[in-house]
């Protein structure tokens, strides 16, 4: 393990305060922060507007990368997930994902995932700690190096390994550094987290941090989504439902985006899409649909592409917004629900 504290585990505001409590000016934290999260540099000796004390300094006193790349997965669509290595010797991975219009960054937040979800690869891996908000953070800069591109994602998902909202000290400090102008500079509605539903933890998330909340659905009746997803027996779709229909943060100008997989011969039926609206009424909302992506630890599978046309025309003609998400980099097991420490060969075997 790393003796030396994390840089990366501070926000800005907090960062400037640990600098004073050492002895330094408040503004070379801003500095530190510049040539780290806008410049990609993270070895003190190249930030050359800095005196060679606080250089030596941080050299000695702070670790300013939290994970190392162990191996890189290049999809034919040009996606590209890397397995990173933690100071533990653990593993976590990210999915760097390249648009016409936009390059998002996917992350994970936890190595592994408790949350068991039955259509889930993470899910089938098991639990082992929480990332804490450098290890979040620093995927964001291990993608930039692994790409090559040494430009900031525009998009960054909490939608990789791991429940977030679990982990939310974590995250909210992590979000906190994308956001900041000074740091990755990020606009919120550029950040997406993702959850389960984790319904005590919901509002203290988007009150802390103004960001886009999405919320993995995947059913329209209790009984599929406690197979679905087991915290449903916990939350059921009306403590979930009813919790987001009373937070003053959901408008129509800062929606709830639902994630909702189809499933063929689970939830992907014509009741199903005629339920949801339903469901929904009275929560400003955007659907997400998104076809199931087979891997090897689950029975599931996508629908037929008919099935889900009609779906997705059945959701439309009852006035959702609802939006088809593309799978992206399913070759190299990539793809959303498919994150579990798989190489390209391993898959293709």
Not at 10 to 26: H, M, S, T
Not at 195 to 218: D, K, M, Q, W, Y
Request: aromatic share 4%; charged share 25%; net charge neutral.
């Amino acid at each position: 393990m790393n003796a030396r504290p994390q840089l990366k585990s501070l926000a800005l505001d907090r960062l400037r305060d640990q600098f004073a409590a050492e002895g330094l000016p408040r503004y070379r934290a801003d500095q530190v922060a510049a040539w780290i999260y806008q410049r990609g540099v993270e070895d003190p000796r190249g930030m050359t507007d800095l005196s060679h004390e606080l250089r030596a300094h941080l050299q000695g006193s702070w670790a300013l990368r939290a994970l190392e790349v162990e191996r890189v997965d290049y999809s034919s669509d040009g996606t590209a997930k890397a397995a990173l290595r933690t100071h533990d010797d653990l593993l976590v991975e990210a999915v760097w994902i390249p648009e016409e219009d936009r390059t998002t960054l996917c992350v994970s937040t936890q190595i592994g995932c408790a949350m068991a979800c039955s259509f889930c690869a993470t899910g089938s891996m098991g639990f082992a700690r929480n990332l804490t908000s450098a290890e979040i953070v620093d995927q964001v800069c291990r993608m930039r190096e692994v790409v090559g591109s040494g430009r900031t994602p525009s998009n960054v998902v909490f939608m990789g390994m791991g429940e977030p909202l679990l982990n939310l000290d974590a995250v909210v400090e992590a979000v906190r550094l994308l956001i900041d102008p000074k740091a990755f500079g990020l606009a919120p509605r550029r950040v997406t987290v993702s959850t389960v539903g984790v319904v005590p933890r919901i509002g203290a998330l988007l009150e802390r941090v103004p960001i886009n909340l999405a919320i993995s659905l995947h059913a329209t009746t209790d009984e599929v989504r406690s197979r679905l997803v087991p915290l449903n027996r916990r939350y059921p779709l009306e403590a979930l439902l009813g919790a987001l229909r009373g937070l003053d943060s959901v408008t129509r100008r800062r929606p709830v985006f639902f994630e909702y997989t189809l499933i063929a011969g689970v939830n992907d039926s014509v009741e199903d899409a005629r339920r949801l609206p339903a469901l929904l009424a009275g929560i400003p909302s955007k659907v997400n649909l998104i076809p199931m992506n087979p891997h090897p630890d689950s029975p599931y599978a996508p629908p037929e592409a008919a099935v889900i046309d009609d779906f997705l025309a059945a959701l439309a003609g009852r006035g959702l917004t609802v939006t088809l998400r593309r799978s992206r980099g399913p070759d190299i097991q990539a793809a959303c629900g498919q994150l579990a420490l798989r190489t390209r060969a391993a898959s293709a075997a």
